[in-house]
């Protein structure tokens, strides 16, 4: 077993995992898995810099990141940076303090690379499951941009795309510098045709419709998740695997998108950070349920956080 640990830094949030890992059996054993929202992407689409109060929060978690990594002894470290820091034009600063912090350089990964660590670490314990058909279609919907992969055992396909739940938001839903509570039937309109434009442009790539099972990754697929359940709190167990139908995600968008900040907020899985962004990712999780004519999603709590992990084993 080799302990490893991975830090994933998107546009909303920032991620950690240390595991052991085992390359021979397959096996990745949890010892630490956390996240804190930061939102590095802050302004990012409307001015092309990281801001200097997303940088700090960003550096704080990191620095509470490091002293988890030293407690547990991790042999090695990888860090990830996605969508916003591939964008901004002062990434240079971003990477400066995330070297001090953590002693490890951001890799700054493209978008197909950021596709491949996602289909990884999210079927690599799928194998066994003959109930799902493949090729699978693994879809990470981030803050700032949406990862299409397409693959049986490995990749045959991917395509990253720029209709992320933060960049939606931001582009779309904000009115005078605040998120419009409830959007306006021609805002949710225009985010739609943005969010199909860019599914055209995934489909010149990505054999979408080929994929026999959809695999949905990250907050805006795992909330709407705990949300169709239910759940009295986020609980991992019960949505890592879990099922949701389209009709059920359809429902659940349609409500998001006409609810105020205290409705979504008062749902007790609800993260804080995503109350204001969780209406614009359903509604790209449910655009891609309709362009494929997927009946389900199946949702995985295991995701490009795993992928680097097993990048470092």
């Known amino acids: 077993m080799t302990r490893v640990a991975a830090v994933d830094c998107g546009t909303n949030s920032i991620r950690l995992l240390v595991a052991d890992a085992d390359p021979a059996t397959g096996e990745l054993v949890d010892l630490d898995r956390r996240m804190t929202i930061v ?29 988890i990594i030293k407690e547990h002894g991790a042999q090695r470290l990888r860090f990830v940076a996605t969508s916003a820091s591939r964008d901004a034009e002062n990434r240079d600063e971003f990477v400066r303090g995330v070297l001090d912090i953590l002693g490890v350089e951001p890799e700054v990964i493209s978008g197909d690379q950021e596709a491949e660590f996602s289909f990884t670490g999210a079927t690599k314990e799928l194998a066994g499951r003959d109930h799902l058909a493949k090729p699978y279609l693994v879809v990470d919907i981030g803050g700032g941009s949406t990862e299409f992969v397409v693959g049986d055992d490995h990749v045959r396909a991917a395509r990253s795309v720029d209709i992320g739940c933060v960049r939606m938001t931001e582009r779309h839903l904000i009115r005078d510098g605040a998120v419009t509570d409830p959007p306006s039937e021609e805002q949710i309109a225009a985010m739609r045709a943005d969010i199909d434009a860019a599914l055209d442009l995934a489909g010149e790539t ?22 169709a359940q239910e759940l009295p709190e986020y609980d991992s167990a019960a949505i890592h695997h879990s099922r949701v139908s389209r009709e059920k995600v359809r429902e659940i968008t349609d409500w998001l998108l006409r609810s105020t900040h205290a409705e979504r907020a008062a749902v007790p899985s609800m993260h804080p950070g995503r109350v204001d962004v969780i209406g614009a990712g359903a509604l790209v999780l ?17 995701d490009i956080l795993d992928g680097i992990a097993w990048s470092v084993a």
Not at 44 to 67: H, I, K, N, S, W
Not at 208 to 225: C, K, N, Q
Not at 288 to 296: F, K, L, P, S, T
Request: aromatic fraction near 2%; proline fraction near 3%; charge should be neutral.
């Open 286 to 302: 449910l655009s891609i349920m309709e362009r494929i004519g997927a009946e389900e999603v199946v949702v995985s709590e295991h």
């Open 39 to 67: 939102r590095l992407g802050q302004g990012v689409d409307r001015t092309g810099r990281l801001a200097p109060e997303a940088l700090q929060r960003t550096f704080a978690a990191c620095r509470e990141y490091a002293g």
């Open 206 to 227: 990505v054999p979408l419709r080929e994929a026999r099972t959809l695999v949905g990754l990250a907050g805006s697929v795992t909330t709407v998740s705990a949300i």
